[in-house]
């Protein structure tokens, strides 16, 4: 049974990170006049409420967003902040958007959107959520949604892996997955987030993953854990086939992030 609920964790400096290359990626693809696909396998539920009693009981998001917005990290016109702007001025100024929701305000008529949500009650959330885009949102495993959708029509596309990690098995596996995914769809941008743990159990994945995909950005932050103890002290983000630029936001992030 799923436990983790992205609720507690939104907009925390991981999300500052993943959503910030998200953002600015499709921003970079979405420049090209030619359609295209975007894939989440771990979708979540779209839309989060940082004034609700789960984001107030951990406080990550007053340690990433909030703190990111009153220290101006991000330029005004930065695709990130854009998104957030329009997802306040429709929600109230407490909301923030999940990737699907990001994913959702970049894309243009005859783009595409697949999203995977395994969690009953984030999966219901997320169709709501979604309602005003048009987003086609599965019950389904996202590993598996990524094998029977890809190549996906238009072939230009991104897919984000953003799993919780809840089942250790992950590190193991998903190495694996992206590069069958990578060889049945070699145009397709693919983004991985992954926490990196004080234990180092990321390490071996990590390590796999570069060495089979020796020309992929692979970015990494690091930031104080969210409690004394906390095992999260960084996130990072492999990405296959970047788009041009990215790799100048991840150098960017990084100046950030090293402030900390
Ligand atoms: N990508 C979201 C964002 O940035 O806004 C956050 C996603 S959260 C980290 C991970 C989600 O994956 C959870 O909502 C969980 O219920 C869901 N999940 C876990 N295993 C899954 C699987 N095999 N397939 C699809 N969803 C899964």
């Not at 993953?209 to 854990?225: G, I």
Request: charged content about 20%; overall charge neutral; proline content about 8%.
């Amino acid at each position: 049974m799923l436990s983790y609920q992205h609720l507690y964790h939104a907009g925390n400096l991981a999300d500052v990170h993943k959503h910030a290359l998200l953002s600015a990626a499709l921003d970079y693809m979405t420049r090209k006049d030619k359609p295209l696909s975007y894939l989440e396998t771990h979708a979540g539920r779209g839309l989060y409420d940082l004034a609700g009693p789960e984001a107030l009981k951990t406080g990550e998001a007053a340690a990433g967003i909030t703190r990111a917005l009153a220290e101006q990290w991000f330029a005004p016109d930065h695709p990130y902040l854009r998104h957030l702007a329009e997802v306040r001025d429709r929600f109230g100024p407490a909301a923030y958007p999940g990737s699907p929701l990001i994913a959702a305000l970049a894309l243009r008529p005859g783009d595409a959107m697949q999203l995977a949500e395994l969690h009953p009650a984030e999966h219901a959330a997320l169709t709501e959520a979604i309602e005003p885009w048009t987003g086609n949102v599965h019950r389904v495993s996202g590993f598996d949604m990524a094998f029977s959708r890809t190549p996906p029509e238009p072939k230009r596309g991104l897919l984000l892996c953003d799993p919780s990690f809840e089942v250790k098995e992950d590190y193991r596996a998903i190495p694996e997955f992206l590069g069958k995914v990578a060889r049945k769809w070699n145009v397709g941008v693919l983004m991985l987030w992954y926490p990196i743990l004080s234990s180092g159990l990321q390490l071996d994945m990590v390590i796999r993953l570069r060495q089979a995909f020796p020309d992929a950005l692979s970015h990494e932050v690091r930031f104080p854990p969210a409690r004394p103890g906390h095992g999260m002290v960084g996130s990072g983000m492999f990405v296959i086939n970047p788009p041009w630029g990215l790799a100048d936001e991840a150098a960017r992030l990084s100046k950030r992030f090293a402030r900390l």
